[in-house]
């Protein structure tokens, strides 16, 4: 899903249009080595008008993804390949 928003933000750029991208990835997801490189080739192109959206919600198909896998802080992780994160808590309507 990353690497198709970037080439979807890259290509909007390109052709002069004004609109943002969105993915919403899982984070049992961000076990894969496609998420990273497509967020380094997102940061690398300052694709500021795409939006990764990662669901922390510590499950994925194996079961709790800390006991397959320990991601640890993945906002950390985002902020390090160069992207601006906000979290929120998806349960808190404020």
Do not use: P
């Amino acid at each position: 899903g990353v690497g198709m928003g970037a080439g979807i933000a890259l290509a909007a750029r390109q052709n002069g249009e004004d609109h943002r991208a969105f993915v919403i990835v899982g984070d049992g997801e961000c076990y894969e080595g496609s998420i990273w490189e497509s967020a380094l080739f997102a940061a690398h192109h300052r694709l500021d008008r795409l939006v990764t959206i990662v669901d922390r919600n510590q499950l994925c198909i194996l079961g709790r993804t800390e006991d397959c896998l320990q991601l640890g802080d993945l906002a950390q992780k985002w902020a390090a390949f160069g992207w601006a994160v906000a979290e929120a808590d998806g349960h808190d309507f404020a």
